[in-house]
């Protein structure tokens, strides 16, 4: 699990409510089904509108991904490009035909294979680079369809709170009921600005984050497959390749140059 995700929710959801509590409150001030539903069931009909339905669904499938830690370091790829450029070296780039079938990751597994039957390097990043630039593309739609949401939901969440004072104003004559229905007509503003600022928005800039990681991290498997094509050296192909990695990923000796 992310531990800065996770832990994240969990302290703004607990500072919220902890706040609301000191300052004499109580939590079924702030559960009311109606402005959930105005709010929630606003906000997913304006993005429904606005993206085709795959696209809704993709984003909310790959929100998981938002409290997972990558399993996929950079740096052990380095090292298994490495060793196909030793062994490229050694047998030709033929040889790294038997390694098809360990490679999990389709992207790398495209540009070996592409490789192996003989594609020029220049063709070859032509190729990928076609691949390369319309799964970005694709990509790029899944936080946006959050980043909308979290656009929409504070709007629709004053949509509520007037459609709940229009309410209040047909029972002026007792100025209890008025009160206790303004507090209720702001509540939906809570959950507008809320999910807005708490999850939608955050969601989507922690997901073009990890989006950005990924394909930097193609573009590490495009150079090094290129490379190993073009017969260059291993040692060299491990300082071009440690240009994509953090320093603290870096060998020491190379961080203390």
């Known amino acids: 699990m992310d531990k800065a995700s996770v832990g994240g929710v969990i302290l703004a959801i607990v500072g919220i409510v902890a706040g609301l509590l000191i300052e004499g409150g109580n939590l079924s001030q702030i559960f009311q089904p109606t402005a959930a539903l105005i709010v929630f069931g606003g906000t997913m009909g304006a993005v429904l509108l606005q993206f085709p339905l795959a696209t809704v669904t993709a984003a909310f499938r790959s929100l998981a991904r938002v409290f997972i830690e ?28 038997a390694d098809l079938k360990s490679i999990q990751d389709p992207f790398l597994k495209q540009s070996i294979m592409l490789a192996v039957d003989g594609t020029e390097p220049a063709e070859l990043r032509k190729i990928m680079r076609v691949t390369l630039d319309c799964t970005s593309e694709n990509e790029e739609r899944l936080p946006a369809v959050f980043e909308s949401a979290g656009g ?29 229905g303004i507090a209720v007509a702001f509540v939906a503003t809570i959950y507008g600005v809320g999910i807005a600022n708490l999850f939608f928005l955050p969601f989507a800039g922690k997901m073009r984050i990890q989006l950005r990681d990924e394909h930097l991290r193609r573009e590490m498997m495009l150079e090094g497959v290129i490379s190993i094509l073009e017969g260059i050296n291993p040692r060299m192909l491990e300082v ?7 320093d603290s990923k870096l060998p020491k000796k190379e961080r203390a140059a």
């Open 240 to 246: 071009k390749l440690s240009g994509f990695l953090e």
């Open 152 to 180: 929409f939901s504070p709007t629709i969440g004053i949509l509520g709170a007037v459609l709940g004072l229009i309410q209040v104003m047909q029972h002026l004559d007792n100025i209890t009921e008025v009160g206790r």
């Open 70 to 97: 990558p399993g996929k370091p950079n740096d052990q790829l380095v090292r298994q490009l490495i060793a196909f450029a030793n062994k490229a070296r050694r047998s030709g780039v033929v040889s790294l035909d």
